[in-house]
């Protein structure tokens, strides 16, 4: 029988944070596509975008009103002669020479004539025939945007690593990149245990539970840019459970749920250790998911051959709690930025934002806790409350809850009213 893990390895939260975060930063992603713009939303950019002109690319009218030099508003009300009118999308010979006393009337994103300095809001003037009055003053350089002042061509706008949100999309857009090199997406193996659990195609027995896990965990493989393989649940049963890891060792990481506490029947661990696993934890002082288990095995041990290229040395495993929720809250604290390594994103800090609490909370020391809650309030008066849960099988109470508050391991009551940490969703 192989080694079993020390039982030492529990862990603070902010110690398995490092871990995961350590080995994180040494994972690669697997290879690139090219995608078409709008496929690429949400997908990791994997090469960078540079500016193909200068941004914007010409001096840029903000406001309707007229273009002129701003010296000539010296004297206030100023009237100045107008001689003619710029559009947006004008070319270069409809773009008059001004002469001092003169003005051109432009139109918000036209060229700014070269010979003007600033434009002055149409409301601030009055048109008579070809003249035009002027009521308050400008300093140069007023409602333009000199080109390249936002870029200068072929400077690099967007760089590799960065997950395409619609801001991005628009600057591929606005770079004229209808395609796009994305990295492939990792694969992740999804494998619920458990002799109770049976498949949603399935009627479940009186004392049978259906699989939730390997759905939420495909959604959150998903929602982390990554794509599940799901595996067939595995019993609690050495030789099945051992051939269903050997299968999602194949993959670029394995996440496994339920059956790493310390029940008779929770083998997970046991059958990682066959394939001379290195477990990094096997506990993490939080709650919601303390049995939370992170490792590696050697590739070759379970894995067949992988692709040419520089193959990964290791494939990860996580050894999830199978309670409900608390397999999905230990995905986002600890799986979450492994896939997101593996899909070639830039690696980024769990931040908490803080809001005020509504109702009391009372609790035991001792664990870092991870409460789902509700995030309301309106505009700068963020309020939180626990979903009103019932332990960590209640996923209607995970599905009502948007947040989590966190609470630090030495507090057994927050009052209302007290700001407290909240972690997103
Ligand atoms: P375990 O971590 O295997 O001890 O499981 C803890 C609890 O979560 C038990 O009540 C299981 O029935 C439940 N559970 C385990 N796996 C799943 C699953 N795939 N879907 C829904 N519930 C599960
Ligand atoms: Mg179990």
Avoid at 65 to 88: F, N
Wanted: proline share 8%; hydrophobic share 45%.
């Amino acid at each position: 029988m192989a080694a079993l893990p020390e039982p030492s390895l529990i862990v603070s939260f902010e110690e398995a944070r490092h871990l995961i975060e350590h080995h994180a930063a040494h994972l690669r992603p697997r290879g690139k596509e090219l995608v078409e713009l709008l496929e690429g939303v949400r997908q990791v950019l994997a090469e960078p975008v540079l500016a193909d002109r200068h941004f914007p690319p010409f001096p840029r009218a903000m406001r309707d009103g007229y273009a002129l030099r701003a010296a000539d508003l010296s004297q206030l009300p100023a009237t100045l002669e107008v001689i003619g009118e710029i559009k947006a999308g004008a070319s270069n010979k409809d773009i008059p020479v001004l002469q001092p006393g003169q003005a051109v009337a432009i139109m918000t994103g036209a060229p700014a004539p070269p010979s003007a300095d600033a434009v002055v809001m149409v409301e601030y003037t009055t048109r008579h025939g070809d003249r035009v009055q002027i009521a308050k003053g400008v300093m140069a350089g007023d409602n333009i945007v000199p080109a390249g002042s936002e870029a200068k061509r072929g400077q690099r706008l967007l760089s590799p690593g960065l997950r395409l949100d619609y801001a991005a999309i628009a600057v591929a857009a606005s770079t004229g990149r209808s395609r796009l090199l994305v990295y492939r997406k990792p694969q992740v193996a999804v494998l619920a245990t458990g002799d109770e659990i049976v498949d949603i195609d399935v009627s479940p027995g009186a004392n049978q539970i259906r699989n939730s896990n390997s759905y939420s965990l495909a959604a959150q493989v998903q929602a982390a840019g990554g794509e599940p393989v799901l595996l067939p649940v595995a019993p609690d049963e050495p030789a099945r459970l051992r051939e269903l890891i050997a299968d999602g060792l194949e993959v670029d990481l394995l996440l496994l749920a339920g059956g790493v506490s310390m029940g008779k029947y929770d083998l997970v661990e046991k059958v990682l250790a066959e394939f001379q696993a290195e477990f990094f934890f096997t506990g993490v002082l939080i709650q919601p998911g303390k049995p939370v288990v992170f490792g590696r095995v050697p590739c070759g041990a379970g894995a067949l051959a992988r692709e040419p290229g520089s193959p990964p040395a290791h494939t990860y495993f996580f050894g999830l709690p199978g309670n409900p929720v608390s397999t999905m809250v230990t995905f986002e604290l600890f799986a979450r930025p492994v896939i997101e390594a593996l899909a070639g994103m830039t690696p980024r800090k769990l931040v908490f934002l803080n809001a005020r609490l509504k109702t009391e909370i009372k609790t035991k020391t001792g664990l870092k806790r991870f409460l789902p809650a509700i995030l309301s309030g309106e505009f700068e008066h963020a309020e939180v409350e626990v979903a009103g849960w019932h332990g960590s099988g209640d996923v209607a109470a995970m599905a009502r809850a948007n947040c989590y508050i966190v609470i630090p391991p030495d507090r057994e009551r927050i009052a209302a009213g007290e700001w407290v940490p909240v972690l997103m969703m």
